[in-house]
């Protein structure tokens, strides 16, 4: 989701009683994924992202993830660009393309993990 506030303080609300920054993204997120329910997945999940970030102002969408945890992986995109998907997989602690991209390379993070930039390279 796309928030500027905790969205602990919403417990137990709905969600479209949230508010603070980028709330107006948030509820429509919320109002997008129910839609598409039953049949959500990945697709859906990107679809919604892209339609909500934020492509201008002082801080557009950087990155941004779908968790599936009975899969135990993240499938995130970097600056809007969500034609080019990386997943990490928890199972593997490795982080690979998942889609948009021409060579499969894979990464395992290090101690110090992996930089965003090195990423963008891919």
Not at 7 to 33: E, H, K, N, W
Not at 87 to 95: A, K, L, R
Request: glycine share 10%; with cysteine; charged share 20%.
């Amino acid at each position: 989701m796309c928030t500027s506030f905790p969205l602990s303080d919403f417990v137990g609300r709905p969600y479209s009683q949230v508010t603070g920054g980028g709330a107006d993204r948030y509820i429509t997120c919320c109002r997008m994924i129910l839609e598409y329910q039953p049949g959500f997945d990945i697709e859906c999940g990107f679809s919604i992202l892209n339609q909500t970030s934020q492509a201008i102002g002082d801080y557009p969408t950087q990155f941004s993830m779908l968790a599936v945890i009975e899969d135990g992986r993240v499938y995130f995109t970097l600056k809007r660009q969500f034609h080019r998907r990386f997943v990490f997989s928890f199972g593997d602690q490795t982080i690979r393309p998942a889609t948009g991209f021409e060579h499969a390379e894979m990464r395992l993070p290090g101690v110090k993990g992996v930089l965003l930039s090195e990423l963008e390279q891919w």
